[in-house]
């Protein structure tokens, strides 16, 4: 302001000098001019509003870095607005597709000298969250989201681990929209849910037991099956002792030159030949009572390894059946010619922070025309009605509209099958040019930034280190619930990245193997 002050004043004084007479219309000019910019820029801030209704429960939540403001929105429209502070120059919060993975109320950076980042919402694990802080009037922080301290404090009880998080370049709003490809539930799929689940997690619990019982009847025959060679092996030397004795009686009375040498050898060989012969005894009686135990070994593995499997298919239909009670999300990637799906399971990640998600669809999507830009459109079920689910969409990077956008990919029927008829409210399907990025993992909904737009405050932080296998029999809670085997390591080689742009960040690696059947 003091800048512009000082030239409107030094035109004021050339004009004096030119013309004395225009001093005061000059001045007047000048004053009208400053007024006129300082209204404007007070015009672009945003300030906090709530909407004049009962908010229900927020569906998603959009940043535009443009205006920074930050929008949340419930199934009918927008409930809260508040100005915010993104990422500075070098360090930019990036524009993409995030969602809340953790919750903390007193949080401290570990990255910025024990920062206090009051009521964080995170949404990747390398450090961009939405906090309270303070607010300059623009950009200003390290690549999070500051959100005024009351604000964020109000709305931490309001939201969710997998809340959608939208951070677009410029104003983006859901629009209501409709398309043959989006789910329709089915209400006797949905109805039917409860009961299913709680079937088939008493089959998965029945298989559980049964599986611990083969596993300890096959551990039992192994251990009485283990001294058996050790016994054999001593009856087998007892033997060979016994044989090579009555070799040397055989041998002294062959060479026996008197009736006294004879006699003693004769004597010498029938104690040999009956010695060899209780020998003989003992290793077939041994050899004969071994082979039950032999066989008993084969069959409880065999058991064991049948009661595994079952208990595998058990636990997958299981987990199936509970993650039919969550929203759903889809990410399909021109990038790649993927597509991913996730649902929460609400069971506390064991290596600490967040939630797991399940990661175990991941198929081929074929998509027409894939050289050129679909891009990055979100669409979100806002709540149920007639048709079954009424839908919205956000657009936050340009290519193919969003009808367009989807009229060009055929999402595979068997995914269609599986996850549409049970699809609720707050479930998702994203369209996008990009890849998924390096953050998305286990513990992460969908992570993907545009590769078009400054990325500073995401680059500059240590990506998460991937997921270590920890997958296990009885699934890590030991509950035999069956998210252990979300858990794989990650395939080194890296995702082909988007053909139509480039990115400093790292990509999405698949779990391995990439696709497990279904869930």
């Not at 993104?86 to 809340?100: D, I, K, L, N, Q």
């Not at 251990?223 to 058996?228: T, V």
Request: with cysteine.
């Amino acid at each position: 302001m003091k800048n512009r002050l000082t030239m409107a004043q030094s035109t004021v004084a050339m004009r004096r000098r030119r013309s004395p007479g225009s001093v005061a219309l000059a001045t007047a000019a000048a004053l009208v001019a400053l007024t006129v910019g300082a209204a404007a820029k007070q015009a672009r801030q945003t300030v906090e509003a709530v909407a004049p209704r009962a908010a229900g429960e927020p569906i998603m939540a959009i940043v535009s870095i443009k205006s920074q403001q930050v929008t949340f929105y419930d199934a009918d429209g927008w409930i809260l607005r508040a100005p915010v502070s993104t990422g500075t120059t070098g360090r930019e919060t990036p524009a993409g597709v995030f969602a809340v993975v953790e919750k903390d109320k007193d949080h401290h950076s570990t990255m910025y000298d024990d920062a206090w980042m009051p009521n964080m919402q995170r949404i990747t694990w390398n450090g961009i969250a939405l906090h309270g802080g303070p607010l300059p009037g623009y950009a200003a922080s390290h690549g999070c989201v500051r959100m005024p301290f009351g604000f964020a404090e109000n709305l931490f009880d309001k939201t969710q681990i997998g809340m959608r998080v939208i951070i677009s370049p410029l104003d983006a709003a859901p629009v209501d929209f409709s398309h043959p490809s989006l789910f329709v539930p089915s209400k006797a799929a949905i109805a039917a849910v409860p009961s299913r689940a709680d079937k088939l997690s008493a089959e998965a619990e029945e298989a559980a037991r049964a599986a611990d019982e083969a596993k300890k009847a096959a551990s039992a025959a192994a251990k009485e099956a283990a001294s058996l060679p050790a016994s054999l092996r001593k009856l087998e030397q007892q033997k060979s002792r016994a044989d090579a004795e009555l070799a040397f009686a055989d041998k002294k009375l062959a060479g026996a030159k008197t009736d006294q040498a004879r006699a003693q050898a004769d004597e010498l060989k029938q104690k040999a030949a009956t010695k060899a012969a209780d020998a003989a005894t003992q290793l077939d009686a041994a050899k004969a009572a071994a082979q039950p135990k032999r066989d008993a070994v084969a069959a409880t593995k065999e058991a064991s390894k049948a009661a595994a499997a079952k208990k595998a298919d058990a636990v997958k239909a299981s987990t199936d059946a509970k993650l039919a009670l969550e929203p759903v999300s889809v990410y399909i990637s021109r990038a790649t010619q993927k597509l991913y799906v996730r649902r929460n399971t609400h069971k506390p990640a064991p290596d600490g922070g967040g939630e797991v998600f399940d990661t175990s669809i991941e198929v081929p999507v074929s998509i027409r025309n894939p050289d050129q830009p679909l891009g990055t459109h979100i669409f979100t079920a806002m709540a149920r009605n007639d048709a079954g689910l009424r839908w919205s969409v956000v657009t936050i990077d340009n290519g193919d509209d969003a009808k367009d956008a989807l009229d060009r990919i055929t999402i595979p029927q068997e995914i269609i099958d599986r996850i549409g008829p049970t699809a609720l409210p707050r479930s998702s399907i994203i369209v996008s040019d990009e890849p998924l990025s390096a953050e998305t993992n286990y513990r992460t909904e969908f992570v993907a930034v545009l590769s078009n737009h400054p990325q500073g405050g995401f680059i500059t932080r240590k990506p998460t280190a991937p997921p270590m296998a920890i997958a296990s029999d009885d699934g890590w809670d030991n509950g035999g619930n069956g998210f252990g085997f979300f858990f794989q390591q990650r395939e080194p080689t890296p995702q082909p990245v988007n053909p139509r742009r480039r990115s400093q960040y790292q990509y999405y690696q698949p779990a391995q193997p990439v696709q497990r059947g279904f869930w």
